[in-house]
Nanobody, 120 residues
Framework: QVQYAEPGGGLAQAGGSLKLSCVVS????????MAWYRQVTEKQRRLVAR???????NFADSVKGRFAISRDNSKNMLYLQMDSLKNENTCVYYC??????????????WGQGTQVTVSS
C-alpha cells in the first residue's frame, strides 16, 4: 500500500519549488527500488526519478539538476524535491514502491497520484 503521507503536489510559480512525499505501509525485508513517475498519456506513465540502495539514483534527462529523490527507510518514506519548476512539469505524479515482504517475494505498489501545477 502506497499513500501520500502529506498533501502532495499543489500549485507553484515557474522557478519555484514543491516537495512530494509518500509512505509505504507495512514491514518489509527490503524496501527495494522506489520511484516517481508522471502521466504522459492516458495509458502511459514515464519515469521521473528512481532510487535504490547500493545502486543510487537516476533521473529523466529533463529534470536532471533540478529534481532530487530521497528516501527514509526507517519510515518507509519516499520524497521528490522539485526545484526550478517549469510549466512543462505540470502533470500528475505517481509514487511507486517495489518492496519484498520476505526473501524472494517482491511486490509492486502504486500511489493514487497527485497533481502538480506550475503557473507562469
Amino acid at each position: 500500500q502506497v499513500q501520500y503521507a502529506e498533501p502532495g503536489g499543489g500549485l507553484a510559480q515557474a522557478g519555484g519549488s514543491l516537495k512530494l512525499s509518500c509512505v509505504v505501509s507495512g514491514s518489509y525485508h527490503n524496501l527495494g527500488a522506489m520511484a516517481w513517475y508522471r502521466q504522459v498519456t492516458e495509458k502511459q506513465r514515464r519515469l521521473v526519478a528512481r532510487i535504490q540502495s547500493k545502486v543510487g539514483a537516476n533521473f529523466a534527462d529533463s529534470v536532471k539538476g533540478r529534481f532530487a529523490i530521497s528516501r527514509d527507510n526507517s519510515k518507509n518514506m519516499l520524497y521528490l524535491q522539485m526545484d526550478s519548476l517549469k510549466n512543462e512539469n505540470t502533470c500528475v505524479y505517481y509514487c511507486k514502491a517495489c518492496p519484498a515482504v520476505r526473501i524472494g517475494s517482491w511486490s509492486s505498489y502504486w500511489g493514487q497520484g497527485t497533481q502538480v501545477t506550475v503557473s507562469s
